[in-house]
């Protein structure tokens, strides 16, 4: 898993956003929207490369996706009035 190291600056600007908004009434988070994304590979990691080598031998095969590995981004978003299509 990849994930961003949160700094504690990071932690802070987080912490006063949340505390801004704290109070927020429903007609103001309904101008608010939140979306993510998800990408979804078709092999388990498209940035291996493997190598296989034979016990004793000098040789080895070098295994590779050839024409592209496939996958799909997944996009969608909510807000208080409802969500998005995928």
Do not use: K, Q
């Amino acid at each position: 898993m990849v994930c961003v190291r949160l700094t504690s600056r990071h932690r802070r600007d987080r912490r006063e956003w949340a505390t801004e908004h704290v109070n927020w009434r429903r007609n103001e988070w309904s101008n608010v929207p939140f979306s993510d994304e998800s990408s979804f590979s078709v092999h388990l990691d498209n940035r291996s490369i493997f190598i296989w080598r034979d016990r004793g031998s000098g040789g080895f095969v070098h295994e590779s996706v050839r024409f592209g590995s496939g996958g799909v981004l997944v996009y969608g978003g909510i807000s208080i009035d409802g969500r998005t299509d995928l």
